[in-house]
Structures are given as C-alpha cells and as structure tokens.
C-alpha cells in the first residue's frame, strides 16, 4: 500500500520507496519509523530538501547529526 502524496511524492510501505515528482522546492520534514519483529522501534526526523530549477528536481535529505 502507498502513503498520501506529499508535495508530488508518495511512500510506497512494501517496496519502501519514496518516488514521485516534487511539486515546490525547499525543506519538507520527513519522520521515519522502523519497527522490527520483535515490536522495536526507532524514529528519526529530518529535513527532505527538495531543490533545482525547471522539470527536473534533486532530491537530498540529510539526517540529524550522530544518527547516520
């Protein structure tokens, strides 16, 4: 199943993929929750930085420090 779309893009949870064509540039926060089998979780918040001119967009995020 998919997420709602976001500023053009959308999260599909069984593939994992974040895909789509952004539709304003700048910073759009992000928050990312994993869970594992045995029902821990970790979260992290960040800024997805959506920049470029024109069609075509780059795509960055840059996770808060120490969490890499």
């Known amino acids: 199943s998919s997420w709602p779309t976001i500023n053009g893009l ?29 029902y821990r979780s970790l979260s992290l918040a960040y800024d997805l930085n959506v920049g470029g001119t024109g069609v075509a967009r780059a795509i960055t995020n840059t996770p808060p420090s120490g969490t890499e």
């Open 10 to 38: 959308s999260f599909n949870d069984t593939t994992a993929v974040l895909s789509g064509i952004p539709i304003f540039t700048g910073a759009l926060p992000l928050k990312v929750k994993v869970t594992d089998s045995d």
